[in-house]
């Protein structure tokens, strides 16, 4: 320390202490309370019974150990074995009554792993546009969905073995009702009213949502990168997937921003309540829930299922094994990265579409689809440089 400041934190301690003798004293006994806690906690950990003691005669204890003038003994600390039949300790009240967490920051910069392994989900869910209508044409949708749900979470809960307890009870119907019930029957009905062009860019107003919805419901603030992340990806997936003529319909247009805003507040939701589960577990809770609240709407609203030859097999083979592993990497992400920059990777989903399209299909690409292929690479790009070198995680 400074010589400067050494002179300073002197005299403050004079002008506060040298003339009075209660405040000298109280200040011995906060400074030794702490200390004295280490000779107890390691006399305990030796199989010893401690503990801290006052009421002594504090005048003969310095005439005994030749204490100087300035030096008060405030506490001793009683080390010893404990007798048979002692008395047992006094009843304390319950941690959760004394103790309060508070969040502290710390540093943890997104890895770019943790992205990457986020991005395959929405990348993965593109292929399932070619995976429906190649495999499963005409195939009852709410049907697809509630057996691409149920048993893929029946399955993933056989393998982690734990259930969903106390308020993760109701949670995960929560959660699975945002994630996949809701999202899913209106995203069916969008495609069934709109053209998929339209479907798709009114669906990506998804990130834009989440950006307002994170600051409402989780406090973060609203970036100005994140909000034109968001705006250039929108015009990034027109350009993949507008068509010209496309006929808009009300309907439609209100069923694909109901999805939207349903997957949005999941997303949110999810890192709100901050599971205290694996995503393996989070999964398997949301996908059973979502399965179990879309099974009725199947068997209310869809026509019977059709007999399922090979291709269609494979097919539901397909959507149920990666619907399970992408969904872990997603909510893995959810848990890790900010609720906007997880989002805007949902735009990596068209894009997969029209790749696949142009790569197995033999669909060409225009011009415009190209520059909304490099507008959506740009957004996702922006939305992440958007994300704070510091995250705030509740300890």
Known sequence: MPPLAVGSWVAAVEQTYAADAGMRRDEAIRSATPGAAFPIFAAQAHGLASCPMVGFDAERLAREFALAADEIPVLLVAVGHAAEGNRPQKPRLPVAQ?????????????????????ALAPAVWGSTYIVATELLPGAPPLSVAAIR???????????????????????SFVLGALNFTVFWALLFVAAYRLPGGIAATVGAVQPLIVVFAASAVLGTRIRVLSVLAAVMGMAGVALLVLQDGAVPDMPGIAAALGGAFSMAFGTVLTRKWRPPVSALVLTAWQLTAGGLLLLPLALLLDPPMPPLDAANAAGMGYLVLFTALTYILWFRGVARLEPAAVSSLGFLSPLTAILLGWAILGQALSASQMIGAAVVVASIWLSQRATPSRQVHAR
């Open 149 to 171: 749900a149920l048993p893929t979470g029946l399955i993933l809960l056989l393998l982690v073995r734990q259930l969903p307890k106390g308020d993760w009870l109701w949670r």
């Open 98 to 118: 004394i103790l309060t967490t508070l969040q502290q920051p710390e540093v943890d910069m997104p890895k770019p792993t943790d992205i990457l392994l986020t």
